[in-house]
């Protein structure tokens, strides 16, 4: 069955850096867009950056220059690498996948989410 399983979160320090993981199995991960998000206590969940089954990329304003998705085909991994992180990008962190456009609303598998906690 399908299963997205993120890993790499945890507890960090303003400026501190962290490597969210999202391991991919039950589908042909090479033909599907992946993205993360992230729900703060308290707030909606919001799209935070995805990337292409291609490779093209999208980072929302408050994220640019400071994290990085990227995707591994042969691993069948999706990272989010978060660089510079700031207390309110205290969230849990989820990825998702799409066989749509990655900036269109249609993701149809989800993981757990793994939570990220950054303090001042």
């Known amino acids: 069955q399908v299963q997205l399983v993120e890993s790499g979160g945890g507890l960090v320090q303003a400026g501190g850096s962290l490597r969210l993981s999202c391991a991919a199995s039950g589908f042909t991960f090479s033909n599907y867009g992946m993205g993360w998000f992230r729900q703060p206590p308290g707030k909606a969940r919001e799209f935070v950056a995805a990337i292409s089954s291609s490779g ?19 691993k069948n991994t999706v990272y989010l690498q978060m660089n510079r992180l700031k207390p309110e990008d205290t969230a849990v962190y989820y990825c998702a996948a799409t066989r749509a456009s990655i900036l269109i609303n249609e993701y149809i598998y989800w993981g757990q989410g793994t939570q990220v906690t950054v303090s001042s």
């Open 56 to 74: 093209g990329l999208y980072h929302i304003d408050s994220v640019k220059g400071r994290f990085a998705i990227s995707r591994d085909n042969a």
